[in-house]
């Protein structure tokens, strides 16, 4: 099972950037797939959900209206597009297949830096 996060690096405030996180090994299709960051010193925080199907997606207040998760089951692959970048959405990005224990999956992580 794997999940590969990419896309990630340096951008400057008011900027974009569109991560990937591929998946293989498990029936990507049939999971919510969902998008966490953490910033250091904070804990992980959930930015992005969205249903197997792709019908419905879901964010907190902190990043509506400027992330926007997608997924293309055809590649096994789930996209978070990030508009209108802050400073404070500076963060490890990770991708996650949740699931009962052991059938809960993790990415490694990708950067994000939002600076000037």
């Known amino acids: 099972v794997q999940l590969v996060e990419s896309g990630g690096g340096l951008v400057q405030p008011g900027g974009s950037l569109r991560l990937s996180c591929a998946a293989s090994?498990?029936?990507?299709?049939?999971?919510?797939m969902r998008w966490y960051r953490q910033a250091p010193g904070k804990e992980r925080e959930l930015v992005a959900s969205?249903?197997?199907?792709?019908?419905?997606?879901g964010y907190p207040e902190s990043v509506r209206g400027r992330f926007f998760i997608s997924r293309d089951n055809a590649k096994n692959t789930v996209y978070l597009q990030m508009n209108s970048l802050k400073p404070e959405d500076t963060a490890v990005y990770y991708c996650r297949a949740p699931g009962r224990p052991p059938y809960d999956y993790w990415g490694q992580g990708t950067q994000v830096t939002v600076s000037s």
């Open positions: 969205i249903t197997s199907g792709g019908v419905s997606t």
């Open positions: 090994g498990f029936a990507f299709s049939s999971y919510v």
